[in-house]
T-cell receptor, first 114, second 112 residues
Framework: DTGVSQNPRHKITKRGQNVTFRCDPI?????LYWYRQTLGQGPEFLTY????????KSRLLSDRFSAERPKGSFSTLEIQRTEQGDSAMYLC????????????FGQGTRLTVV | GDSVTQMEGPVTLSEEAFLTINCTYT??????LFWYVQYPGEGLQLLLK?????DKGSNKGFEATYRKETTSFHLEKGSVQVSDSAVYFC???????????FGKGTMLLVSP
């Protein structure tokens, strides 16, 4: 396994457009997390899944954001009607249940909203 | 709520210098503590962890001791290398151990 994979690596979009990011976790991991990282800040938690169930969402996850993990494998994060403030690095991580938060991170998708 | 405070960077050192990156935390109880590292162009990687008070985590020559008296988890390395240049994040889990709260990160730049 090559680790956590995120696509695309970079995305430039115009304000108001919708964007979707994909994350493929390590295959045997049943937990999947999304974080957002802005310049000069540490990653901030957005949401996490255990298998296909979305168990926790941060207050940072506004109504314009939606995440899915339909078959308990890959996940998508969609942002509708993007705003300039959405410009950030979106990080995905995965872990095995019982490993606490020893998560393995992908390289991230950098979103720029112009 | 739980929080992590790290010293601001960048920290600029010459090769073979001693490194300390300060991290203090605020939390209920005594959670595990982590240091993650982000090398240029790569994802976050777990560097080391400590699961209880007075534990010392170590990896790749880096060490950090969990000190509940001072609520600190400072990262140290006796002799840094150019390849250690990266951003270092201190982190702690939430009470349910379902996610992490990260510090803002400290950039380390090591010159030959």
């Amino acid at each position: 396994d090559t680790g956590v994979s995120q696509n695309p690596r970079h995305k430039i979009t115009k304000r108001g457009q919708n964007v979707t990011f994909r994350c493929d976790p390590i295959s045997e991991h049943n937990r999947l997390y999304w974080y957002r990282q802005t310049l000069g800040q540490g990653p901030e938690f957005l949401t996490y899944f255990q298998n296909e169930a979305q168990l926790e969402k941060s207050r940072l996850l506004s109504d314009r954001f939606s995440a899915e993990r339909p078959k308990g494998s890959f996940s998508t994060l969609e942002i509708q009607r993007t705003e300039q403030g959405d410009s950030a690095m979106y990080l995905c991580a995965s872990s095995s249940q019982g490993s606490g938060t020893e998560a393995f991170f992908g390289q991230g998708t950098r979103l720029t909203v112009v | 709520g739980d929080s992590v405070t790290q010293m601001e960077g960048p920290v600029t050192l010459s090769e073979e210098a001693f490194l300390t990156i300060n991290c203090t935390y605020t939390a209920t109880g005594y959670p595990s503590l982590f240091w993650y590292v982000q090398y240029p162009g790569e994802g976050l990687q777990l560097l080391l962890k400590a699961t209880k008070a007075d534990d010392k985590g170590s990896n790749k020559g880096f060490e950090a001791t969990y000190r509940k008296e001072t609520t600190s988890f400072h990262l140290e390395k006796g002799s840094v290398q150019v390849s250690d240049s990266a951003v270092y994040f201190c982190a702690l889990p939430n009470s349910g151990y379902s996610t992490l709260t990260f510090g803002k990160g400290t950039m380390l730049l090591v010159s030959p």
